[in-house]
């Protein structure tokens, strides 16, 4: 029977979602089935394209000559029928091509063009062993090519009796080990023994081995028989060439917290809020309903036990648990409490690891040994089967979003996963996206909430000083003086102190030094941006533009100015201040460094510093019992952006902050440093009051028709000239305007605040919406006509509810 493949074919600058049929050559057919990459002949000149095979049929849809699928690329198929899934519908709802999809789930190992081997992994028949591999353990693909043996190869790997490797050589390659396992029964070592001379003590004592080995099917590593019975390695030899033994070369997965100790922990018993939350999400676990949970826990109120013993519940019923957290809080102490917890049995993704290292985990999940995947954003798409749990910790931190294409949302694809699996999610934070905490509100989500601290520990003081004061009474440093005396304190008393920069925002925009007045849009109700390049003000969204003011609109002082400061500068600063304080910096400049971001928290773990700065990657997770004051010294900077999420960004830094500070016996104090002491993003931090907060940006966001009441999407055009990005921006609009709702509204176009990026100008719109039946299809048919223009060097980004507007 002919059989034809479905596949989704990578031809840069003519993507498309839609599949080409292919012929299925007879050799390939027992081989090929969807997930695998194959090669194909693509357009006019045929020349060779990589595509993934997402369908195969018995009747082609396409009526002219097919073309051949001309090689194969995997033994076994690298995405499944679930992640293919996940892939069409992402590419779907995000704008992007399947194609791009598919290659973002994969680990970068797999992309690239490695060299492939295939490697024995199990035991085959003898001709096999001697026709297939030559007698060797493995042969390279390009070999197994050449001879036509793949279709076989493929036969083995169904039953798992070989593998395919990826040779990667960014470092170090696989660690192997070798060992022997016995060729002969237990009778027929038996028969060796007998026919052996009665010197032949070490011959006798292998044969020993052998015989154990044959009956627990077990190998051993020739290590271990030069250190347990003194075996040396020509014993060995000499018995491989009597056929008594193979020598395997077995890999050892690199483990990049190897050196790092990991003590078991026991489940914690819950406090009854714990207990309340933790049983609400083990009835969905053990029911396998695919509820969505919103788990809102103050700093420190024990989110992380709920997980490990929810975890733990999984587990128990055999399946496997997917967790992700922010990529700046993957940090050895978060690694820690599941590696203490659940030991091998987790792998760890994160963007410290090589490619290599990464792979390797990834392989560790594909083979079905880690039963629980903690990572970043990317995890999501680990291919752990049978899933009971997935959790997302802090979910409303903006990375979980993929800024480039596919521009998707980690918290979206863990919901559609969740569904997939009858498994239930959840979202975990103290400070909730407004988004989230709306759809618990309307019952979308399930609201579970820890309202105190473990212990009923106190949340930390919150002291807001206003620098407009400070500047007035002669302080021009960047530490006021209340802040100055509690780290004259702490130093005094051997206790820790956290000190944040907050660099969003860092110099775009103009603030008055005097009365703290950003100047607003006139329109949008939101700060203006300063241009450079243009030496104007301009509103992001609606496109209105005014000169740069020369003093302040309101308190007629001359010191309004550029804002901000960097790192460097303040750690000159502090030294001065404190010439004996010793001081870590952590910025993206100290942490470049692989491994550099752990060794600097570690340092600070253990007291070799008493202060520790540095930008937002300081924020989150540390759980330093030592820390009793946090300074943050400038506040107001994301207040600044020309971002409708502005305000929640401030709460949600300024809170989470807050929470590093008296996390075990010892009282907590923060200093918060701002030119705007009124806002009532830094007043209900103050007061730690996400609900108040909550209901009144909720106000805010009402009034100024922005999410979660409207739907967004961004539409931005770039290309060298600035003439053609925005011509092509008013194309767009001309394009979709007829088809929207009366109560659509579309902002811009406007240039980005960095209008020139690489050389390119972009131009944007933001389209706020209800209810638009009709935009995603035409947003589709954009992205489509959008291919023919990208070789004209036009580029179109289209971004469903966009995270990142500068
Ligand atoms: N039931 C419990 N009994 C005693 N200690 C607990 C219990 N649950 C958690 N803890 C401890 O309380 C501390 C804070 O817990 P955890 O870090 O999980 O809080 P969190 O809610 O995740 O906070 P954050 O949002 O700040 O990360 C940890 O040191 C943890 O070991
Ligand atoms: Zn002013
Ligand atoms: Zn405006």
Known sequence: MDLFAKVIVDVPTMQTNQPYDYYIPTAYQDQIVPGMRVEVPFGKGSRKVQGFVVNIVDQPAFEGELKKITDVMDLYPVLNEELLQLGKEMADKTFSFQ????????????????????????????????????????????????????????????????????????????????KIEPRLSFEQL??????????????????????????????????????????????????????????????????PFEHIDFERTKPLPLTSAQQKAFEAIHHAVNEQRDDVFLLKGVTGSGKTEIYLQTIAAVLEKKQTALMLVPEIALTPQMVKSFKGRFGDEVAVLHSGLSVGEKYDEWRKIEREEAKVVVGARSSIFAPVKNIGVI?????????????????????????????????????????????????????????????????????????????????????????????QDGIRDRIKKGEQIVLLLNRRGYSSFVMCRDCGFVLPCPNCDISLTLHMDTRTMKCHYCGHEEAIPHQCPVCHSPKIRYYGTGTQKVQEELEAVFPDARV??????????????????????????DILLGTQMIAKGLDFPNITLVGVLNADTALGLPDFRSSEKTFQLLTQVSGRAGRADLIGEVVVQTFNPEHYAVQFAQKHDYDHFYQMEMNVRHQGNYPPYYFTVSITASHEEERIAARKMQEIIHFLLPHLQKDTIVLGPTPKAIARVNKKYYYQILIKYKYEPMLKPMLHQLLNQSQKEISKGLQIAIDSEPMDFI
């Open 99 to 178: 194609i791009t999809c598919y290659q973002t789930m994969l680990p970068a190992a797999l992309k690239s063009t490695y060299e492939k081997k295939i490697r024995l992994i199990d035991e085959i028949p003898e001709d096999h062993f001697f026709d297939l591999f030559k007698g060797k353990n493995e042969i390279s693909w390009q070999e197994a090519e050449d001879r036509g043996v793949l279709p076989k190869m493929a036969e083995l790997k169904k039953k798992e009796a070989v593998e395919t490797v990826y040779i990667v050589k960014d470092k170090v390659n696989k660690k192997k080990i070798r």
């Open 190 to 255: 038996e028969e060796e023994k007998a026919g052996l001379r009665k010197t032949a003590k070490k011959q006798k004592q292998l044969l020993d081995v052998l015989q154990q080995l044959s009956l627990s099917k077990k190998r051993s590593s020739t290590e271990a028989l030069k250190k347990d019975y003194a075996i040396q390695s020509a014993s060995v030899r000499e018995a491989e060439k009597k056929g008594w033994l193979r020598i395997v070369e077995e890999e050892v997965y690199r483990d």
């Open 391 to 483: 959790i997302i910790d802090e979910e409303h931190e903006s990375s979980y979003k993929q800024s480039e294409n596919p521009r998707y949302h980690a918290r979206d694809a863990a919901i559609w996963r969740g569904k997939y699996h009858s498994c239930p999610v959840i979202l975990g934070s103290a400070t909730p996206s407004l988004e989230s905490r709306a759809r618990a509100q309307k019952k979308v989500y399930q609201l579970l909430e820890l309202p105190e601290r473990v212990n009923k520990k106190a949340l930390p003081l919150v002291k807001v000083v206003d620098m407009r004061q400070e500047m007035k009474e002669g302080n021009r440093s960047s530490f006021s003086i209340p802040l």
């Open 584 to 609: 870590i910096r952590m910025d993206v400049d100290t942490t470049r460094k692989k491994g550099a971001h752990e060794k600097l928290l570690t340092a600070f773990g253990n007291q070799e510093a």
